[in-house]
């Protein structure tokens, strides 16, 4: 499954660079998620209860930030499994600024088995659209957020 795109926030890139660092900020975005644990630098922990189609299943997930190129990019690394199969996949987060707008471009291939997988690759496929359009404006939230706190501050 491959999945890309890009997201347009109204922030400047450090501060949707330090949002995307924030574990708080991220175990609150990801749809289905316990939050995030860090369980050494750059490697978290997630428990998450996911729903593609007929199929409900918890997964607990790793999650690794790799390639941590300040404030421009990393990879990201997913290994993930629960009683409704697993998910193994790799991504890459770019972000790049110009005119106010700092813009995220992302791009992943993921392989998912077991009971998860019999959904059909069609359904998966618009699954993790959602998720990343869901995820993406929880963090424009959250970013918008800050920076009317930051203003009142």
Do not use: C
């Amino acid at each position: 499954m491959h999945i890309e795109g890009q997201y347009e926030f109204e922030a400047t890139q450090k501060l949707v660079w330090d949002m995307l660092q924030d574990t708080d900020v991220l175990g609150s975005i990801i749809p289905g998620s316990k939050g995030l644990e860090e369980i050494e630098p750059n490697k978290f922990y997630t428990s998450l209860a996911v729903k593609v189609g007929p199929v409900n299943g918890k997964f607990e997930a790793e999650i690794e930030l790799a390639d941590v190129n300040e404030p421009d990019d990393y990879k990201l690394i997913i290994n993930g499994k629960g009683p409704a199969g697993h998910v193994t996949g790799e991504g890459h987060i770019r972000l790049e600024h110009a005119d106010d707008i700092t813009t995220m471009f992302y791009a992943g291939d993921a392989k998912v088995g077991g009971k998860i997988a019999a959904v059909g690759q069609r359904l998966l496929d618009v699954a993790a659209k959602q998720v990343a359009k869901q995820s993406l404006k929880k963090l424009a939230k959250e970013i918008d957020s800050r920076i009317e706190d930051e203003k009142e501050s």
